[in-house]
């Protein structure tokens, strides 16, 4: 049974850094794509960066770009989210998800999804 199983989030002030993992189960990680969505409270849930399986290539949503990393470790079978330079605008419970495609796709297209990790970025 293919699973995610993210870890990491918590509360962190303003500016501050945070690593998330995604711990994959039931199939390997080279397989699928791969990506980190996140909803907020009261707002619909959006993707923020995908790994694609096919060329590894790494897409961002311009709201992350710069201040967010993804990178996958296959020997872990495990995907993290590197977030710096945060804000209170990304507070969010945050999940993996994937698509059962090597193509990076959207929110409605995602197959497979973890429980989240919440974070709260506050003073």
């Known amino acids: 049974q293919l699973q995610f199983v993210e870890s990491g989030g918590g509360l962190v002030q303003p500016g501050g850094s945070l690593r998330l993992s995604c711990i994959a189960s039931g199939f390997t990680l080279d397989r699928y794509a791969i990506g980190w969505f996140r909803q907020a409270p009261g707002k619909e849930r959006e993707g923020i960066t995908c790994?694609?399986?096919?060329?590894?290539?790494?897409y961002y949503a311009d709201s992350v770009k710069g201040r967010f990393t993804l990178s996958k470790d296959s020997a872990r079978n495990t995907v993290y989210l590197q977030m710096n330079s945060l804000q209170s605008d990304d507070t969010a419970i945050y999940y993996c998800a994937a698509p059962g495609s090597s193509m990076c796709l959207g929110v409605g297209s995602m197959d497979y999804w973890g429980k989240g990790t919440p974070v709260t970025v506050s003073s």
């Open positions: 790994i694609s399986s096919s060329d590894n290539r790494i």
